[in-house]
Nanobody, 123 residues
């Protein structure tokens, strides 16, 4: 079982930056591929970014490409999402997710999820 705990959310203004963190335990961090997702009220959860177990491959939703950066620190067993140039449409609960590294990059399944952290961007 993998435990994921997000932190770093908050209320910011348009154009500000935030860095989300996801502390991971219960499985060797280097054996996990990981991702960030978000969900706004009344909308389905959507993909934001993912990163391979090695950190060598990343993928982003078009809506955040060039503004958000996903990264991971093996020494701290932590996943990050650096969010710059935030917009009101980025307002959502952000979730960290993890899966074993053997999953294909195109597989949409993530067995393990955090509880989420709220990000609110005011205009």
């Amino acid at each position: 079982q993998v435990q994921l705990i997000e932190s770093g959310g908050g209320l910011v203004q348009t154009g500000d930056s935030l860095r989300l963190s996801c502390a991971t335990s219960g499985r060797t961090f280097g054996s996990l591929s990981m991702g960030w997702f978000r969900q706004s009220p009344g909308k389905d959860r959507e993909f934001v970014a993912d990163i391979s177990w090695s950190g060598t491959r990343t993928n982003y939703a078009d809506s955040v490409k060039g503004r958000f950066t996903i990264s991971r620190d093996g020494a701290k067993n932590t996943l990050y999402l650096q969010m710059n140039s935030l917009k009101p449409e980025d307002t959502a609960v952000y979730y960290c997710a993890a899966r074993d590294s053997y999953y294909s990059p195109t597989d949409p399944r993530y067995p393990w999820w955090g509880q989420g952290t709220q990000v609110t961007v005011s205009s």
